[in-house]
T-cell receptor, first 111, second 115 residues
Framework: GQQVMQIPQYQHVQEGEDFTTYCNSS?????IQWYKQRPGGHPVFLIQ?????EVKKQKRLTFQFGEAKKNSSLHITATQTTDVGTYFC???????????FGSGTKLNVKP | DTGVSQDPRHKITKRGQNVTFRCDPI?????LYWYRQTLGQGPEFLTY????????KSRLLSDRFSAERPKGSFSTLEIQRTEQGDSAMYLC?????????????FGPGTRLTVL
């Protein structure tokens, strides 16, 4: 079945360092969404990418969707303690009826 | 509060009992999803409704799981003959219509513990 793999599982960085998480799907996706979940909280939507090769930026966050629409990345420049949380990608199926979440990357930022 | 609400927030039950959870999506969101999340994992897709129609159900779900959205508004998820492996956070998310894509707004979840 379809799977979305996400790496790394954990990332510990010093405040000010950069951070990247990667997602890879076994099959072509219709779109990819990124979410952030704080401890004890629920996933909160960050962004959606639809087009092949699409790149979107939100302040210090850069999101990329691969040319084959099978992989994606989230890059955070100059991390801050407020970036702490788990980042999930969610790949949309081609029939748009379901999303496959990655296992998440837990980011810890040391001040 | 106009967000997605779920009830109850916590449920403790004994193995073999039936449980039912409710999700109230954001008003006028015609897409509704149910997910299950265990510690350290991402949300696992369970089922998807567009209005009152259940368009997708995970093959991972056994026949013990059933979901409804009778009037295209609130939804219920029932688990029959619960097992310890059913212990998890059950998340509901809604999404606006007007096209096949859109952000999902998650509710706070129902944490199920099966003893």
């Amino acid at each position: 079945g379809q799977q979305v793999m996400q790496i790394p599982q954990y990332q510990h960085v010093q405040e000010g360092e950069d951070f990247t998480t990667y997602c890879n799907s076994s099959t072509t996706l219709s779109n990819i969404q990124w979410y952030k979940q704080r401890p004890g909280g629920h996933p909160v939507f960050l962004i959606q990418l639809v087009k092949s090769g699409e790149v979107k930026k939100q302040k210090r966050l850069t999101f990329q969707f691969g040319e084959a629409k099978k992989n994606s990345s989230l890059h955070i420049t100059a991390t801050q303690t407020t970036d702490v949380g788990t980042y999930f990608c969610a790949g949309g199926s081609l029939d748009f009826n379901k999303f496959y979440f990655g296992s998440g990357t837990k980011l810890n930022v040391k001040p | 509060d106009t967000g997605v609400s779920q009830d109850p927030r916590h449920k403790i039950t004994k193995r073999g009992q039936n449980v039912t959870f409710r999700c109230d999506p954001i008003s006028e969101h015609n897409r509704l999803y149910w997910y299950r999340q265990t510690l350290g994992q991402g949300p696992e897709f369970l089922t998807y409704f567009q209005n009152e129609a259940q368009l997708e159900k995970s093959r991972l779900l056994s026949d013990r799981f059933s979901a409804e959205r009778p009037k295209g508004s609130f939804s219920t998820l029932e688990i029959q003959r619960t097992e310890q492996g059913d212990s998890a956070m059950y998340l509901c998310a809604s999404s606006p219509g007007g096209g096949p894509l859109g952000e999902q707004f998650f509710g706070p979840g129902t944490r199920l513990t099966v003893l």
